[in-house]
């Protein structure tokens, strides 16, 4: 689910990703926190994903706190072209 979600931003914003994973925050000891990598041409970036945000996103609310921190994220990955 949230995959596809930043895969529908990434590509609004032009970005082919490479890969989207998520590592559970119970495996680090954080039970409302997950840690979200995105990669694009060998570039990796992370964002902060909330349960509540994730729930939210299950049932179809807008989370604009989370879209807001995936577009800066992403932005991150774009590659600027060359002078």
Do not use: F, W
């Amino acid at each position: 689910m949230i995959q596809k979600y930043v895969g529908d931003i990434a590509a609004q914003m032009k970005i082919q990703l490479s890969q989207v994973s998520v590592v559970e925050g119970r495996k680090v000891g954080c039970l409302d926190v997950h840690l979200l990598n995105i990669t694009s041409g060998g570039r990796l970036v992370s964002v902060l994903v909330y349960q509540s945000e994730l729930d939210k996103l299950q049932i179809g609310e807008r989370c604009d706190k989370l879209e807001s921190r995936i577009r800066s994220a992403l932005s991150g990955l774009q590659v600027l072209p060359e002078p």
